[in-house]
Nanobody, 126 residues
Framework: QSQLVESGGGLVQNGGSLRLSCTDSAFSLDYYAIGWFRQAPGKEREGVSCIVGTDDSTYYADSVKGRFTISRDNAKNTIDLQMNSLRPEDTAIYYC???????????????????WGQGTQVTVSS
């Protein structure tokens, strides 16, 4: 049974960095589109960064462009999100999602298909 697992969350100061990882212990993620989403208290879940399985093209939300980098390591079966220059407004639960979607932006737009991890908390103190 497929199961996405996120790791790497934690507490960091304003301007700090964290690296999140998403993996599946049962299935290869090589050909999946993978998205990182986040949900802050009282807000809707939003797509942060996504990568597709066909050509590894990527998408970033405007709020994280230039600060976050998504990458795929097929040897480790992980999709990482390197987060630099973190801000208090980046505080949220971060989720990864896997789906068969052809474009990274469509992946980050969200949708009813695919499967999710349980999330990892990221807290940025001011």
């Amino acid at each position: 049974q497929s199961q996405l697992v996120e790791s790497g969350g934690g507490l960091v100061q304003n301007g700090g960095s964290l690296r999140l990882s998403c993996t599946d212990s049962a299935f290869s993620l090589d050909y999946y589109a993978i998205g990182w989403f986040r949900q802050a208290p009282g807000k809707e879940r939003e797509g942060v960064s996504c990568i597709v399985g066909t050509d590894d093209s990527t998408y970033y939300a405007d709020s994280v462009k230039g600060r976050f980098t998504i990458s795929r390591d097929n040897a480790k079966n992980t999709i990482d999100l390197q987060m630099n220059s973190l801000r208090p407004e980046d505080t949220a639960i971060y989720y990864c999602k896997a789906d068969i979607i052809s474009t990274a932006q469509a992946m980050c737009d969200g949708g009813p298909t695919g499967y999710w991890g349980q999330g990892t908390q990221v807290t940025v103190s001011s």
